[in-house]
């Protein structure tokens, strides 16, 4: 901390002005307090702009800004999502109300991070492009492609807890909030993409007799999307296995994400298998 007395309030501002393009944009915060009838200066940083402090690089910007990340994930992790101010980064972090303002500007831009960073480390594309073009069984692709969304489902809750599902149910709630949330979620969730897959291996076992259209398309991917959704909050809010086990009745090769989706596959499978309801 750095006590640097001036009498003059313009005085500081006019230096700070001159200073700061050499600086990195970083922010100065002062105090003020009287100490023997004058005016003290507290500057919050490590040191006098950049005369003392050195030019701030791209890999400490980045360091910090994965710093406040993780702190965020963990501060989401004991509290809602909906409920996390800046206030609560800051002290989990244990830096200043003001510096944060030099890597985010709000808690939004902070969770758009969150949620790009989650869906950059945790995806199926690749995966799921190397099934649709394996020489499995349409029905193997099937089970393969909703056991590979539901293993990215379990990887995403141990390493982020329930601020993904709690974040898409606070940004369907605020409309106007989200708007301003999807400027920075940059990186797309491949789930559609796997979903979208697995119709198209649907589509083709029906044109080549694999499969009977006992109903309508979007009616499966419907029960599909929704089947994992519920997979999702499950398994997510009942972490425990043996909790799962026994709230279920299902065996501990099942008691999580993938699991639970390996079994909505096999459900799929034997309904595209059944005739149509009216065909006796």
């Not at 830096?95 to 831009?109: L, R, T």
Request: aromatic fraction near 8%; proline fraction near 3%.
């Amino acid at each position: 901390m750095l006590n640097l007395q001036l009498v003059d309030l313009q005085e500081l501002n006019h230096a700070f002005l001159q200073h700061s393009k050499d600086f990195f944009g970083i922010y100065i915060d002062t105090r003020v307090i009287l100490m023997n009838n004058d005016i003290v200066f507290i500057l919050l940083l490590f040191g006098w702009l950049g005369e003392i402090m050195p030019k701030v690089g791209k890999e400490y910007i980045a360091q910090k800004r994965q710093d406040i990340i993780a702190g965020t994930v963990r501060v989401c992790k004991v509290k809602m999502a909906s409920e996390v101010t800046l206030r609560d980064v800051v002290k989990e972090c244990g830096i200043s109300q003001g510096s944060i303002y030099n890597y985010f500007s709000n808690i939004d831009e902070i969770f758009a991070e969150i949620i790009n960073q989650a869906y950059a480390e945790h995806h199926t594309a690749k995966t799921v492009e190397g099934i649709s073009s394996s020489t499995l069984s349409s029905e193997q692709k099937i089970v393969s492609i909703l056991a590979a969304l539901g293993e990215v489902t379990d990887g995403m809750i141990a390493d982020y807890g329930a601020i993904l599902y709690e974040l898409n149910g606070l940004y369907a709630r605020n409309p106007k909030r989200a708007e301003q949330f999807a400027k920075n979620a940059t990186v797309s969730n491949d789930t559609n993409t796997a979903l979208q897959q697995i119709m198209t291996i649907i589509t083709e076992g029906i044109g080549d007799g694999t499969f009977l259209q006992a109903v309508p398309l979007p009616h499966i991917l419907l029960l599909i999307e929704t089947s994992l959704q519920g997979i999702t909050r499950a398994v997510t809010f009942i972490p425990h296995p043996q909790v799962i086990q026994e709230l279920y009745g299902i065996d501990a090769e099942h008691a999580n994400a993938q699991g639970m989706a390996k079994i909505l596959a096999q459900m799929i499978v034997i309904m595209l298998k059944a005739p149509p309801p009216d065909a006796n």
